[in-house]
T-cell receptor, first 112, second 113 residues
Framework: LAKTTQPISMDSYEGQEVNITCSHN???????ITWYQQFPSQGPRFIIQ???TKVTNEVASLFIPADRKSSTLSLPRVSLSDTAVYYC?????????????FGSGTRLLVRP | NAGVTQTPKFRILKIGQSMTLQCTQDMNHNYMYWYRQDPGMGLKLIYY???????DKGEVPNGYNVSRSTTEDFPLRLELAAPSQTSVYFCASSYSKGEGGYTFGSGTRLTVV
């Protein structure tokens, strides 16, 4: 049973805004929603985290509706260097214990 | 400030051999994790630890063992290597479960032949 659902891939062009949505219908009350970026041959890198409403930092914004069953990562004015895989992370109950499970990720390709 | 350090970076094992992947963090994080990532796939949780002396299974624990004798170290042991364990292994740590995000190491690329 997938804990999160993301689009497998997205294409964009330099300078555009990119929005990646993650569905997490069974999110627990205490769960944070965290997004990571991963380049080839590197470990994932923390981008942004939120609990509810909107969070913004120097690289992205995270929009979370009131029901918290989904979240949207917004990357403003992407560049070629934003080509990467983006993961949404929430918790999941497995084998009677609570674990943090990565989703399958969204492969973003930014074209010139 | 080293963060999360993994050794070795690369390793080739023969089927049936054993090895330990080392992971050390210097941020005094209580939580530590081991993930594996197969080519073109997402990360799968192998084991995690919420503090020294406490470990728990993740999604794919079979074929692996862990220990957590200190806050800093969280080694991952492969006892009888199999080709299915060919993967990139990432260690991560966090201050709390989820909040504040994880810090990942640079990974260990393991090939079993």
């Amino acid at each position: 049973l997938a804990k999160t659902t993301q689009p497998i891939s997205m294409d964009s062009y330099e300078g555009q805004e990119v929005n990646i949505t993650c569905s997490h219908n069974n999110i627990a009350t205490n769960d944070y929603i965290t997004w990571y970026q991963q380049f080839p041959s590197q470990g994932p890198r923390f981008i942004i985290q939120g609990y509810k409403t909107k969070v913004t930092n120097e690289v992205a914004s995270l929009f979370i509706p009131a029901d918290r069953k989904s979240s949207t990562l917004s990357l403003p004015r992407v560049s070629l260097s934003d080509t990467a895989v983006y993961y949404c992370l929430v918790g999941a109950w497995m084998d009677s214990s609570y674990k943090l499970i990565f989703g399958s990720g969204t492969r973003l390709l930014v074209r010139p | 400030n080293a963060g999360v350090t993994q050794t070795p970076k690369f390793r080739i094992l023969k089927i049936g051999q054993s090895m330990t992947l080392q992971c050390t963090q210097d941020m005094n994080h209580n939580y530590m994790y081991w993930y594996r990532q197969d080519p073109g796939m997402g990360l799968k949780l192998i084991y995690y630890s919420v503090g020294a002396g406490i470990t728990d299974k993740g999604e794919v624990p079979n074929g692996y063992n862990v220990s957590r004798s200190t806050t800093e170290d969280f080694p991952l042991r492969l006892e009888l290597a199999a080709p299915s364990q060919t993967s990139v292994y990432f260690c991560a740590s966090s201050y709390s479960k989820g909040e504040g995000g994880y810090t990942f190491g640079s990974g260990t690329r393991l090939t079993v032949v």
